[in-house]
């Protein structure tokens, strides 16, 4: 297996995660916060899908889904390819809201779709290329910028497990 077609089944798990994660949750739960200085489930798996939507969508040389596809209207938010809640504050944290799961998967999958595709293309050879980001040293490669989505993505994935499953107060996830 090639380093591009491994990226592709840990996106895959993430993506797997949070169906299995958010399917039928109730919004009340995808929308709490644990804690008052704590990121919501919902808040979790949104940043996580905006982080793999910036980074991927880069990478290809393609338009963010965020604004491209009016991704930001179906959430209330503005058009802004920078906001993928990287320093939001707790108070915005806590005013994001979702009626339910769906528009969160839904956004997920498009993004994850649009990753499979553009990692489909990646040969050995383009993990190498390095990225014009001067103000990293040293310049980190397309291959740098992968690992570093399944890092970020796979952390927040299991946040927003781990929440479903305090909330719940039993393992709730389906084997």
Same mark, same amino acid.
């Given at each position: 297996?090639?380093?591009?077609a491994?990226?592709?089944?840990?996106?895959g798990r993430?993506?797997?995660? !949070?169906?299995?994660?958010?399917?039928g949750?109730?919004?009340?739960?995808?929308?709490?916060?644990?804690? %008052?200085?704590?990121?919501?489930?919902?808040?979790?798996?949104?940043h996580?899908?905006?982080?793999?939507?910036?980074?991927?969508?880069?990478l =290809?040389?393609? #338009?963010q889904?965020?604004?491209?596809?009016?991704w930001?209207?179906? $959430?209330?938010?503005? %058009?802004d390819?920078g906001?993928?809640?990287?320093?939001?504050t707790?108070?915005?944290?806590?005013? $994001?809201?979702?009626d339910?799961a769906?528009?969160?998967?839904?956004?997920?999958d498009?993004? $994850?779709?649009?990753?499979? =595709?553009?990692? =489909?293309?990646?040969k #050995?050879?383009?993990?190498?290329?390095?990225?014009?980001?001067?103000?990293?040293?040293p310049? %980190?490669?397309?291959?740098?910028? !992968?690992?570093?989505?399944?890092?970020?993505?796979?952390?927040?994935a299991?946040?927003?497990?781990?929440?479903?499953?305090? $909330?719940?107060?039993?393992r709730?996830?389906?084997?």
């Amino acid at each position: 297996m090639e380093g591009a077609a491994l990226i592709a089944e840990a996106l895959g798990r993430v993506n797997a995660i !949070l169906h299995r994660s958010l399917e039928g949750a109730p919004a009340d739960m995808l929308c709490r916060m644990p804690a %008052p200085h704590a990121n919501s489930m919902a808040w979790t798996a949104w940043h996580l899908t905006r982080v793999q939507d910036d980074h991927m969508s880069d990478l =290809a040389g393609l #338009p963010q889904l965020w604004t491209g596809k009016g991704w930001h209207a179906r $959430f209330g938010m503005a %058009p802004d390819d920078g906001e993928t809640g990287q320093g939001h504050t707790f108070e915005q944290v806590a005013a $994001f809201k979702v009626d339910s799961a769906d528009l969160l998967l839904a956004y997920q999958d498009a993004v $994850f779709e649009r990753s499979q =595709a553009y990692l =489909a293309t990646v040969k #050995p050879a383009d993990l190498d290329r390095e990225l014009d980001e001067p103000q990293y040293d040293p310049l %980190p490669t397309a291959g740098v910028r !992968l690992v570093s989505v399944v890092s970020d993505n796979t952390q927040h994935a299991g946040q927003v497990a781990y929440l479903r499953g305090q $909330f719940e107060g039993k393992r709730w996830s389906r084997a």
